[in-house]
T-cell receptor, first 110, second 105 residues
């Protein structure tokens, strides 16, 4: 089992560009999450999903969109990147509370 | 607004010391409190505490949930350099800022 995987691992964007981060899990988990982690601020929830075809806003959803077309995949989109979105992005999935995290994507917006 | 607060934010100890990390929370609908360890990359799960499971132990690590005080502690005894990491507390989907623990030889 690969667990939770994220693509890409690193990315540099210019302000205004768009991109999609892909998260995939092979554990058949219903719940999936996208977090961002900034120095000194822990993990902040961007969006989450409680099942295929459903999404909900988290703590910091502005500037991001998500889709969960297949149970195993959760996509995070940035339509018009801003320097404030420079961060490390973690995807996670869960079944009974315990979350399993992907390795993270380091995104820099210049 | 829901919040999770961890203290201290950072801690430096020597090998063999015992440490206690704190987590307090204010949330609308408590279901569980989780502790994670984060070294260089992704957080890894340590413990989950709920109303029906308020104390957990694994080796040198242990954790207790105090539902009356809306808090939890994570204890690490006989610390080792490999315990150096950021320890994160989460209540459902809300995380605290973490405690950065450094264990010196």
């Amino acid at each position: 089992n690969a667990g939770v995987t994220q693509t890409p691992k690193f990315r540099v964007l210019k302000t205004g560009q768009s991109m999609t981060l892909l998260c995939a899990q092979d554990m058949n988990h219903e719940y999936m999450y996208w977090y961002r982690q900034d120095p000194g601020m822990g993990l902040r929830l961007i969006h989450y999903s409680v099942g295929e075809g459903t999404t909900a806003k988290g703590e910091v959803p502005d500037g991001y969109n998500v889709s969960r077309l297949k149970k195993q995949n959760f996509l995070l989109g940035l339509e018009s990147a801003a320097p404030s979105q420079t961060s490390v992005y973690f995807c996670a999935s869960s079944f009974l509370g315990e979350q399993y995290f992907g390795p993270g994507t380091r995104l820099t917006v210049t | 607004e829901d919040k999770v607060v961890q203290s201290p934010l950072s801690l430096v100890v020597h090998e063999g010391d015992t440490v206690t990390l704190n987590c307090s929370y204010e949330v609308t609908n408590f279901r569980s409190l989780l502790w994670y360890k984060q070294e260089k990359k992704a957080p890894t799960f340590l413990f989950m505490l709920t109303s029906s499971g308020i104390e957990k132990k694994s080796g040198r690590l242990s954790s207790i949930l105090d539902k009356k005080e809306l808090s939890s502690i994570l204890n690490i005894t006989a610390t080792q350099t490999g315990d150096s990491a950021i320890y994160l507390c989460a209540v459902d989907m809300r995380f605290g800022a973490g405690t950065r623990l450094t264990v010196k030889p």
